[in-house]
């Protein structure tokens, strides 16, 4: 894969499509604890129209394992990796669950380099005191006993009812492969989020906001009520999916994206 140094870590990432499309590149930000191979099934039904730049963000993936990690540190990250693929012109983000809280720094941080955001399965609140100090502890034990346990509590709310269990299995292996180190800071960065209400509500650019119909994480309710914030955005729920709707149902994910993209483009 190749890679690019951000700072004090060499990052990997992965570019798909065509350098000719006439829409902004699309930059897919990765949900927790996944990596860019989480948008596999989407990018062969998006990359004749459009160029697709996949990283994996610090401490997943091939990218090096660190124990500095915020959402902020992340959303510099993916900027850096723009700068250093020549992308001056802006781009339109799309982020998934954790993925969209990079978004919501990358709005905040480098607001001048979007033109439209593509939310799926996320949320604009800040954890809870108790979520967030359970995710503290979650990081402790990450680090001296490796993700599997976490991997384990978490696998029953993440995909629904619908996914096969050969890749239902096959996520397991690959989340609970995950360096630890990469995955107890992305826990802290997780429990230090700031609430992303007002940047979502003051945003001026098309937003679209996506939530699998099962998804038991972020749910449909909850994407509305996200919706409702922007007067700009616009909500589609995808049929038979849980929390990751690119895995679980690629075809109907990147037509609702495809949908918003051709709408974007008209504007
Ligand atoms: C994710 O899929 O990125 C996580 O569910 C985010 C979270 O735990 O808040």
């Known amino acids: 894969m190749p890679r690019y140094t951000a700072n004090d870590a060499s990052l990997a990432y992965t570019v798909h499509g065509s350098e000719s499309s006439t829409s902004p590149p699309l930059l897919l930000i990765h949900g927790f604890p ?13 990359e004749r129209s459009y160029r697709l730049i996949v990283p994996d963000l610090r401490g997943f993936g091939e990218s090096q394992p660190t124990r500095k990690a915020s959402m902020a540190r992340y959303a510099d990250d993916v900027a850096l990796l723009l700068d250093h693929l020549g992308h001056t012109s802006p781009v339109i983000v799309m982020g998934l669950s954790m993925g969209g809280y990079v978004a919501f720094e990358f ?8 033109s439209a955001v593509i939310l799926a399965d996320t949320r604009v609140e800040p ?8 995710r503290r502890d979650d990081a402790r034990r990450v680090l001296s006993e490796g993700t599997r346990f976490l991997i384990e509590k978490m696998l029953p709310k993440v995909f629904g009812p619908e996914l096969d269990g050969t890749t239902r299995q096959a ?13 107890a800071s992305a826990l802290i ?10 940047t979502l509500g003051t945003f001026d650019k098309p937003v679209l906001i996506v939530v699998g119909a099962d998804d038991a994480i972020t749910t449909p309710a ?6 409702a914030l922007n007067p700009r955005a616009h909500f589609v729920e995808i049929p038979g999916s849980g929390h990751v709707p690119p895995i679980e149902q690629p075809v109907a994910f ?10 974007v483009s008209r504007k």
């Open 34 to 46: 996944l990596d860019g191979r989480m948008w596999q099934r989407i990018i062969p039904l998006l």
């Open 107 to 114: 709005m905040r941080r480098h607001g001048e380099r979007l």
């Open 127 to 134: 954890d809870t005191r108790e979520a967030a100090s359970g």
């Open 171 to 183: 996520w397991f292996e690959r989340m609970a492969a995950q360096p630890a180190e990469g995955v």
């Open 189 to 198: 960065a997780l429990a230090d989020r700031v609430d992303s209400t007002s």
């Open 222 to 227: 909850g994407g509305r009520a996200m919706a």
């Open 254 to 263: 990147a037509s609702a994206v495809r949908e918003f993209l051709e709408s």
